[in-house]
């Protein structure tokens, strides 16, 4: 069987660490599965390894300068060519450029102008591994959707032992190999993401809302998208830009985003639901502002708003659905029924009280459970790591739907 990264582009970023002795062995595994290795090192890198080698073992000419006599802009067309940016080793220097969008020199460069997926693998003494600033810097990177592959705890070169040894080459290609199978995921398939808040209008400036971002439906669109699935994403109020290449679709009432969902349904193969859906709504609407001076009190009646989750589920057929389940106690009594009241596959839960979790920040901690009830506890993590996390599940259920239609 033809391995998936079979003329595939691989540009290989090798950056200033001892660990760049390692990459030679990657240029060498990559070539054996069929990729073409474009090497790209940066200045400290070279008093490491020079250059010659990595030409010798990937037959292309290593790019060193952001310009070179030949005047060739391989800024411009390496990123253009490559199919998985690979940096192994990335040192702390590299990590920290790319984290602030510095592009000094050509490797950093080439990182901001590839639209390719962009695989780091770190290698550094323990001591900086652990530096909060270089924490901040890698946790910056994954909310972007970066990836990360290692370190490992292990012999340094300080002679130490401790995390900030770069994982080993086979490890590193295989992880490269089921990336790029994952970009296949979902080809062929629809699914209708929704994110952020609703607004329920009081009067002509005031309205009901609540504190959600959009940030976790936003990254399970680009997470859906990114592995080969259409996308429909339909958002409340957000300050977010739309992920490119969606379809998108811009509501601010829980009654239009009910009327978007419902109008794209029958189009897709499953929901992930997302959206922070207000529960309910003024049963009056003030057509101008309302006067303070008018009155002592106001009391307003709500009345409930259409329940979207819970319609999907009962229409659903052989769709897939998944809805989140944001709580602040009995979580996982809260989550459970949710998951069967809704009719639900894969049920997101997650305690919007915990530091790191919940609305408008760039991480979360959440709870998978399915619809057999098994679950899975995620630790802090970006958002976009989350978003990994539940596509992998939506994929496994698909398998498993698929396997059941085939024996049926």
Known sequence: MDSALKRKNVLLGI????????????????????????????????????PITFQALASQKVTLELFDKNKEMRHLSLPRLADLLLIAPASANVI?????????????TIVLATEAPVVIAPAMDHGMYKSPILQRNISKLKAFGYRFIGPE????ASGEVGMGRMTEPSEIVQYLEELIQSRDDFRGKTFLVTAGPTRERLDTVRFFSNYSSGKMGYALAEEGRWRGAKIILVSGPSSLTPPGGVEFYRVESAQEMYDTVMSKFPQVDGVLMAAAVSDYRPARRWQNKIK??????????????????KELGEKKANKILVGFCAETKDLEKEARKKLITKGLDLVVANDVTLEGAGFEVDTNIVTLIDGQGKKEALSRRSKREVAQKVWDKVKQLTEVRKISREMA
């Open 15 to 50: 950056s200033g660490s001892i660990a760049a002795y390692k990459a030679a062995e990657i240029v060498r595994l990559l070539r054996k599965r069929g990729a073409a290795v474009y090497p790209i090192m940066t200045k400290a890198a070279t008093h490491f390894v020079h």
């Open 96 to 108: 920290g450029k790319m984290a602030s969008g510095i592009a000094d020199e050509i490797l950093t």
């Open 153 to 156: 705890k292990g012999d340094l």
């Open 292 to 309: 303070k001076e008018s009155r002592e009190k106001l009391v307003v009646e709500l009345v409930q708003n259409p329940d979207i989750l």
